[in-house]
């Protein structure tokens, strides 16, 4: 099973954290090499860039891979099917025009000129809408070419939003909103390996924002300090080995709900409460 990753940029060290976390630990993959083996002996990872993943997996190089969704859309396969939002890597590709001009709707493109880096998507957008402006392709500062007349509007990529604003350039509408994923290619989409791996990158992002809280528990007030922990499916209750009259209450609680549950359990009698982070959380 091979995995295509981004070689370099801002999305290869998330991707490589997030692998490491899930458990699929690389193995002599050194800096410039082209793939790593990993732990698993039936997993190998291969560095490709950003842009050129889709095609690694639509043709057969690598049968899942991590980019982003703007990436998939631009290559135009539909035979790659989204697995698993990774949660970074978040943007929005947008359509722009000089805040000052004359261009303030979609209706008003109609004959003009939209410059992108991404035409695909581009000419899908403006197909769904009936509006056909020319689409020019361009490899790079497309914040500019409206102010040296080489187009009326664009479609790029923003996080902020700062860069359109100090190039004077006024949002008209959202295109399409992208965030990296786990994609696969559809006949290989329920492989057992393939749900392994999602499984394993899932567990990691359930466990982002979640603490486990453990602490003891007089029997007689359980009831009152059950009704006060948060979290998934409940509290578990075990006996406490020589506990006399103490039971021992585990929970999965998100981070930000800590503070003010320890306050309140302690309150009404927990003790030995100990609070540690969780690596991974298969649901």
Not at 111 to 118: D, L, M, N, S, Y
Not at 129 to 142: L, S, Y
Not at 147 to 153: G, K, S
């Amino acid at each position: 099973m091979r995995i295509a990753v981004p070689n370099k940029g801002r999305l290869h060290q998330p991707t490589i954290d997030l692998l490491e976390r899930a458990g699929l630990h690389l193995e002599n993959g050194a800096d410039r090499k082209l793939y790593a083996e990993t732990v698993d002996p039936d997993v190998t990872v291969l560095f490709a860039r950003a842009a050129d993943i889709p095609e690694y997996i639509a043709d057969g190089a690598a049968d899942v891979g991590i980019t982003g969704l703007d990436q998939v859309r631009e290559s135009g396969h539909d035979d790659i099917v989204d697995l698993l939002d990774l949660a970074f890597g978040r943007c929005r590709l947008v359509l722009a025009a000089p805040e000052d001009g004359d261009i303030t709707a979609i209706e008003d493109l109609g004959g003009k000129t939209v410059a992108t880096e991404f035409p695909t998507i581009t000419r899908n957008f403006f197909a769904d809408t009936g509006v056909d402006p020319e689409v020019v392709e361009v490899t790079g500062a497309t914040e500019l070419t409206p102010h040296v007349e080489m187009a009326d509007a664009i479609v790029d990529i923003t996080s902020t939003g700062t860069t359109l604003k100090v190039n004077r350039l006024a949002i008209i509408d959202e295109v399409l909103s992208s965030s990296v994923q786990l994609f696969a290619r559809e006949d290989v989409v329920d492989d057992p390996k393939v749900q392994e791996i999602r499984t394993a990158l899932s567990s990691v992002l359930a466990a982002d924002g979640k603490r486990y809280l453990m602490m003891n528990v007089p029997e007689d007030r359980l009831e009152e300090i059950r009704e006060e922990i948060p979290g998934l499916d409940g509290p578990t209750i075990m006996d406490i080995a020589n506990g006399g009259e103490k039971v021992a209450v585990h929970a999965v609680v998100d981070e930000r709900d800590v503070f003010e549950t320890i306050t309140d359990v302690k309150k009404r009698g927990a003790s030995g409460i100990l609070v540690t982070e969780i690596e991974r959380l298969v649901e």
